[in-house]
């Protein structure tokens, strides 16, 4: 999430004084105090129609029912819904531990609840200003049993931590877990707070080559992508280069 690295260079150059209105101008300009949907995209080759609709894994109470009524809408039209997050299928201690190394956050990856990002920025925030408050009630993402009303009628088609770690190392070499990563409970991120360098053609670029491999391959004619913005352009350009085109 753009939002989080934004924060931390923030944390470096404003007072604290300042940095209550700062941070909380950029959440407004990103959109994340707003209740509306930011926009919809839709594409067409064929007989196959996608629309993609941004997801925020930080936004106000109203943002998220108001795409809990969109989300529903479309499945009422016959669309599928796939979405976002990465899977623990199969995944190994070391993958487990290996990803923690890569991209430190604290969830529980065998469950389904997502990564708290108000928590994530708090904390961030708190240790410049520690009297910081959002001027308007932010939650984190829901899970999508209440985002999406018909799950039977949606599709996780993230990539497995296996499959992270893997395009990681391919690009960047073996990771090398030290004695404070075998000693500590995957789920901790003690041992390393920072996020690796570099990390974009994973974390963006290859899952989106998976979303879009996903939906050629689909035998579904209405598709709706809700991942989050910061995928959204590159999965529409991927798409284009596949024949869609703008509707």
């Known amino acids: 999430m753009k939002t989080s690295n934004l924060l931390l260079l923030l944390l470096f150059v404003f007072s604290s004084c300042s940095l209550s209105s700062v941070v909380n101008k950029s ?86 609840k997502q990564v708290d990002y108000k928590e994530i920025l708090l904390e961030k925030i708190r240790k410049v200003n520690p009297k910081f408050e959002f001027t308007k009630n932010v939650v984190p993402q829901p899970t999508y049993d209440f985002l999406i009303t018909d799950l039977n009628n949606s599709k996780n088609v993230d990539v497995t931590i296996n499959e992270f770690v893997g395009e990681y190392e391919r690009l960047y070499g073996t990771i090398v877990l030290d004695s404070c990563d075998y000693i500590t409970d995957w789920r901790e991120t003690t041992c390393n707070g920072k996020r690796a360098k570099n990390i974009d053609k994973v974390t963006l670029d290859f899952r989106n080559n998976n979303v879009v491999n996903t939906v050629l391959s689909a035998n579904n004619n209405k598709i709706l992508i809700l991942y989050g913005e910061n995928h959204i352009n590159g999965i529409k350009k991927q798409l284009q280069k596949e024949g869609f085109t703008l509707n």
């Open 27 to 112: 959440l407004e300009k990103k959109k994340i105090y707003s209740d509306d949907i930011n926009f919809e995209v839709t594409l067409i080759k064929d007989d196959k129609e996608v629309k993609i609709i941004p997801l925020r894994h930080l936004g106000t109470p109203q943002f998220y029912d108001n795409l809990k009524v969109a989300l529903a809408k479309y499945q009422n039209l016959g669309y599928v819904v796939f979405y976002e997050r990465i899977k623990s299928n199969n995944a190994t201690e070391n993958d487990r531990r290996k990803y923690r190394k890569i991209l430190p956050i604290k969830i529980n990856l065998s469950d389904t």
